[in-house]
């Protein structure tokens, strides 16, 4: 009898995070480790990602960390030189790490903006061309990027976060394009409301998350466990031939 669990098996597969040291990185890179995968964390700030890496430990998940600045242009090349040295063949690659300056327009600096672009944009393009010849060659791969709500809508103070996250859609669809008859997929994340560092000033205010929950099909906004099952099939072969797509997670906020 044909069984859909392989499907969303990862055992023997290993997955790099950037931004997994909290958040929705952690949350993903969790979901990933408890399909069997083993992961890689990847972020600035090295006590959070020891941290975050005993976390995942204590659930029976094999973790590694290695801390980075993903805004530097060289941030491809240096992870691909440490992975391989550690042994570290990167099956999937998931684009988390971000920031928002949350700025008026007009205070906005080029530095700032620049920054933005970096991150949001620069780093997953870079780490693609690092990590997805090697995934070609070894015949699997995913690359799942995090889009936004603002990848299709505008918010106050957030230009150049929004401008960054359009390009995330995009972005995705150029990866497909290139490397989907490789044997390696792209496809996007967007999440819709939940509780991480990014949107702590929005959840620190009541009536403003009450009403971003009433926007909601569903009622409420939502718990990073509401990521686990759309990050482990994006990565999973189950999403074999679906590439190129952004998946929005977000309660049904975009349909209201």
């Not at 941290?51 to 029976?60: F, K, M, W």
């Not at 790490?97 to 080029?110: C, D, E």
């Not at 994006?234 to 349909?255: E, H, I, K, N, R």
């Amino acid at each position: 009898m044909f069984r859909l669990t392989p499907l969303f098996d990862l055992t023997g597969r290993t997955a790099l995070v950037t931004g997994g040291n909290s958040g929705i990185g952690l949350a993903m890179a969790r979901a990933l480790g408890l399909a069997g995968a083993r992961v890689v964390l990847v972020a600035r700030r090295e006590a959070e990602l020891a941290s975050a890496a005993a976390g995942l430990e204590a659930d029976n998940v094999a973790a590694y960390w290695t801390a980075a600045d993903l805004s530097a242009p060289d941030v491809g090349v240096g992870l691909l030189a440490h992975c391989d040295r550690a042994g570290l063949g990167i099956d999937i690659l998931v684009n988390v790490a971000g920031l928002n300056l949350r700025q008026p327009f007009m205070q906005v600096t080029a530095e700032g903006f620049d920054l933005h672009m970096a991150v949001h944009l620069r780093a997953p393009f870079l780490l693609t061309q690092a990590f997805a010849p090697g995934m070609a060659r070894r015949g699997y791969g995913r690359i799942v990027n995090i889009a936004s709500l603002q990848s299709y809508r505008a918010f106050p103070d957030c230009a150049p976060y929004g401008a960054a996250k359009g390009g995330v859609v995009q972005l995705t669809r150029a990866i497909a394009e290139e490397w989907s008859r490789h044997g390696v997929t792209c496809n996007a994340i967007a999440p819709g409301f939940f509780p991480t560092p990014l949107t702590a000033a929005v959840f620190a205010d009541p009536a403003r998350a009450a009403k971003n929950a009433a926007q909601t099909a569903i009622g409420r906004n939502g718990e990073l466990d509401d990521l686990a099952g759309a990050t482990v099939f994006l990565a999973s072969p189950a999403s074999a031939y679906v590439t190129g797509q952004t998946l929005t997670v977000d309660g049904g906020f975009t349909a209201k």
